[in-house]
């Protein structure tokens, strides 16, 4: 029978069951730590810190530039074969897998770290270290997760871990810039569809745990116009002038602070000559949110942006043909959240705890958005240490305490897949 103090019972009884499975399961993140195969591991993989370093300076000075991750992507599938992965292989699009066992158990976890960076082919690569801190294109984002990623590999063999599930790592492609995720796009549409339970992504320096994926539009907006000489044709719209224009338009769209909605114009180019009306010119625009509305709505407030930087240069001309504009989708990442109560989100924030740190929780457009979007139970992680300057030629890593970061990839891996 249904009554008012049978309810309440048996909310009571729930909660403390909850409250139960909770420190059962926070105990099981200590347990594992004193069985003797995961401490092994774990001590493998502080131990193998230097080993770290040097996979991430070496996979680093091998450049990655968006759809050009073949070569560094050479360079992990030797990696993963020396290191005994089993079916080591590339799938179409160039993402490197390999198997820690040939069984396939279930949970199917899969740990990624993408290859590519941001930076253009013919970019400086070499890094330098001073003292704990290494520096080059790359460095953190993502030479450091490629790096855990091997050692996660290589900690679970030196530690004879046992395991019930299976586990692929994958180094994949796209993740950045244009790349548009289309490694995660194969991955989960084509290459593993439909086999993979668990995803874990181990994304650049730092302790941190991502929940939720930021959507993103990437737009190329092409500007053209008839061109002509700068000093006999004066007078005819400029097609840079207009996308100056445009540019500083977006450059003062409102956006709100939360849910974070951020625009950046990353890339411009186009001309002719000094003394050349430019006949041609572009620019690529990235814009965020994590909420689908706004971006929605900053979209919609881009568009106006570039609609009304043309009208401005084309109205100080009557006579010659106006500069025409083309806005072009080149990039659309879905956004998606892990629950909090996910297997993924409450194992990592307890491995995290067992280790002795906590993690903060944030939203970032990473390779997690795609499995996030299709509701496979999906984190990306911080891979230890710190630094500076991601994305730019000046990314620096710090590499104190940096075996922390190592740890948590390892034995979350172990957590999801034991
Ligand atoms: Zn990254």
Redesign the pocket.
């Known amino acids: 029978m249904f009554t008012r103090r049978n309810y309440t019972l048996g909310l009571a009884l729930l909660a403390a069951l909850a409250v139960s499975q909770r420190a059962r399961a926070g105990d099981d993140a200590t347990d594992l730590l004193s069985q003797s195969d995961v401490k092994a591991a774990l001590d493998a993989v502080k131990a193998d810190e230097p080993q770290i370093e040097r996979d991430q300076i070496r996979l680093c000075q091998i450049p990655a530039p968006p759809f050009h991750e073949a070569a560094r992507g050479q360079a992990v599938k030797t990696a993963f074969e020396q290191i005994g992965l089993s079916n080591v292989r590339l799938d179409r699009v160039g993402n490197v897998l390999g198997d820690r066992s040939a069984v396939a158990g279930r949970p199917h976890l899969v740990v990624a770290a ?1 290859l590519d960076t941001v930076f253009p082919e013919g970019t400086n690569v070499h890094v330098s270290r001073d003292g704990a801190t290494m520096k080059g294109p790359g460095i953190g ?2 030479c450091r ?1 490629l790096a855990v990623l091997l050692a996660t590999a290589r900690a679970l063999g030196r530690g004879r871990v046992q395991l019930r599930g299976s586990i692929t790592f994958v180094a994949d492609v796209g ?2 810039g244009l790349g548009d995720l289309r490694g995660m796009r194969e991955l989960f549409g084509v290459t593993l569809k439909g086999q993979v339970d668990r995803f874990v992504s181990i ?2 320096g730092g302790l941190f745990l991502t929940t939720a994926g930021v959507g993103s539009h990437r737009y190329r907006a092409t500007f053209t116009g008839p061109g002509g000489h700068s000093y006999a044709a004066f007078g005819t719209p400029n097609p840079i002038q207009a996308m100056g224009r445009a540019i500083t338009r977006i450059s003062q769209m409102p956006v709100p602070g939360r849910p974070k909605t951020t625009f950046s114009v990353g890339r411009v180019g186009g001309g002719t000559s000094i003394n050349a009306i430019p006949s041609e010119c572009w620019m690529e625009v990235d814009l965020r949110s994590s909420s689908a509305s706004e971006l929605a709505a900053l979209t919609a407030r881009f568009e106006q942006a570039v609609e009304l930087g043309v009208r401005d240069e084309n109205s100080r001309s009557t006579s010659a043909p106006g500069v025409k504009v083309k806005i072009e989708l080149v990039g659309d990442r879905p956004a998606g959240r892990t629950p909090e109560d996910s297997i993924v989100v409450q194992t990592a924030e307890r491995v995290s705890r067992a280790l002795g740190f906590s993690v903060p929780e944030n939203e970032s457009s ?1 390779d997690a958005n795609v499995p996030m979007q299709m509701k496979i139970p999906a984190v990306t992680i911080g891979a230890g240490g710190g630094g500076a300057g991601q994305h730019t030629e000046g990314e620096t890593f710090d590499t104190t305490d940096a075996w922390r970061g190592s740890q948590y990839a390892l034995l979350l891996t172990i957590a999801l897949a034991r």
């Open positions: 993408h984002d993502n997760g993740e950045e994304d650049g990473t």
